[in-house]
């Protein structure tokens, strides 16, 4: 899928490092073809990548890369049709959340040695990892051979899951997390109605406590703001301790937890158990990715064994893993709940006894 959709001009305050660098690369005419751009999720790579974009077809960028805003290039792109910029996303009809290689195909067929407007064509990819090895392969043999007058950001959170030979073609771009003050200060403002604007539903949550849920990653956690997944995280944590004490059927609760994205459901199930893990252990523990949940983790099932936890643990990554293929919803959930019961309630059931 190519998206056209309009670019934030706004730089986020944490990536003021990474601009110095590229800007000084476009200045010294280092910038090169290809750029692999790479981090965590939740940190804005894609808006970054979006606003190098931007400086880069900008006629009139500021002494600080940053793009006019005004001029006709700045306008096409707050338009969202600037025909010199291109986003491949997954196809919306790949059943595995890929980027196929006929979409690449089409993209690369596409370029010429020249723009349309006149200046470089750029051509974004995120989540860059997410092309399959023919479409990885399809690009590779335009990164060996660019035209002149192209530039491709390719955004990526698991680079390793990319190629060696295209990482290998592509100048590097590390984007580490914002410091916690940093990142909390931005989504206070966010949350209070800043860059976005407009009542956000959660404009009086814990930013803090948004922040740790995101794991640090103020996109995420302002993303978690929303009233629905703050709702929708507390009722799935209750139904998942009901399990636990035998008061709910793990059958029942997966077709309950049809309408939630999985891999959302999958990060919330995966920081329930690492935090119960560490409660068993210690349950004064003081780094804790659910805080907020720490006296009804603590009370869940409370001296199964390490071992046991830790293998439910791993097949939760596991299923993390492939939530972005076709994986049928209800089955996974259903697997995984009937493993958590099977883990927890001889234990509740035996004490009740």
């Known amino acids: 899928m190519i998206l056209s959709e309009p670019v934030p001009l706004v730089l986020l305050p944490w990536q003021q490092d990474q601009w110095q660098s590229m800007q000084a690369a476009v200045r010294s005419d280092r910038l090169g073809h290809a750029l692999l751009i790479q981090g965590p999720a939740g940190i804005g790579k894609r808006r970054f990548a979006d606003l190098l974009a931007a400086s880069v077809l900008c006629a009139q960028p500021g002494a600080d890369g940053l793009p006019c805003g005004a001029c006709a290039e700045c306008q096409l792109l707050a338009a969202g049709n600037h025909p010199d910029l291109t986003r491949l996303v997954p196809d919306a009809d790949s059943k595995t959340g890929e980027i196929l290689a006929g979409q690449v195909r089409a993209v690369c067929g596409s370029q010429t040695m020249t723009s349309s407007r006149g200046r470089r064509a750029v051509y974004r990819i995120a989540p860059a990892e997410a092309m399959n090895p023919v479409a990885a392969n399809s690009l590779l043999k335009t990164l060996e051979e660019p035209a ?20 290998s073609r592509c100048h590097k771009l590390t984007m580490p997390p914002p410091a916690a003050e940093q990142a909390l200060a931005w989504l206070r403002g966010e949350l209070a109605g800043g860059e976005g604007g407009g009542d956000r539903p959660a404009a009086g949550s814990d930013a803090e406590q948004l922040l740790v849920l995101g794991q640090g990653a103020p996109l995420r956690a302002l993303a978690l703001a929303g009233e629905t997944d703050l709702q929708a995280r507390e009722q799935c944590l209750t139904a998942f301790q009901q399990v636990s004490a035998g008061k709910a059927d793990p059958i029942a609760v997966a077709k309950a937890w049809q309408s939630l994205e999985p891999r959302l459901v999958l990060d919330w199930l995966v ?47 596991a299923a993390r893993s492939e939530a972005q293929s076709s994986v049928n919803k209800q089955l996974l959930f259903e697997s995984l709940l009937l493993r958590w019961a099977a883990l927890t309630r001889p234990r509740a059931q035996g004490r009740a006894g």
């Open 271 to 317: 920081g329930w158990v690492s935090d119960w893990l560490r409660l068993q252990m210690d349950p004064h523990a003081a780094h804790l990715i659910n805080p907020d949940q720490r006296r009804r983790l603590a009370g869940i099932a409370s001296g199964v064994g390490a071992a046991g936890g830790h293998r439910f643990l791993q097949q939760l990554y």
């Open 148 to 167: 002149s007058a192209t530039l491709w950001l390719l955004v990526a959170e698991a680079p390793s899951s990319l190629p060696a030979t295209v990482r």
